[in-house]
């Protein structure tokens, strides 16, 4: 059965810092990525990894200073975010697949979500 488990959400001041991770189970996938969710609003892409390589793409909205990486010895992938803005507060999902898109629809796993509340 293929999970994804992430973790390191919480709350933190604008211009803080917070560390997502996401492991995976059950398989090792070719792309590894995270979207956000804010209330009211449509899931977006923020960043993807793909490849052992580790070959990077991210959204224009967080270029420069989230930095997506993978341990594929643990089946894993990390989101460091940095200088944090309050329109970073969302719900973030991990999510995995084939495919080196920032299209949601080509992720087949997701996991749950993690909130992340930057506060003023």
């Known amino acids: 059965q293929v999970q994804l488990a992430e973790s390191g959400g919480g709350l933190t001041e604008a211009g803080g810092s917070l560390r997502l991770s996401c492991a995976a189970s059950?398989?090792?996938?070719?792309?590894m990525g995270w979207f956000r969710q804010a209330p009211g609003k449509e899931r977006e892409f923020v960043a993807a990894?793909?490849?052992?390589?580790?070959?990077?793409y991210y959204a224009d909205s967080v270029k420069g200073r989230f930095t997506i990486s993978r341990d594929n010895a643990k089946n894993m992938v990390n989101l460091q975010m940095n200088s944090l803005k309050l329109e970073d507060t969302a719900v973030y999902y991990c999510?995995?697949?084939?495919?080196?898109?920032?299209?949601?629809?080509?992720?087949?796993?997701w996991g749950q979500g993690t909130q992340v509340t930057v506060s003023s």
């Open positions: 990894c793909f490849g052992a390589g580790g070959i990077s």
């Open positions: 059950g398989r090792t996938f070719s792309s």
């Open positions: 999510a995995a697949g084939r495919l080196f898109s920032e299209r949601s629809s080509d992720y087949e796993y």
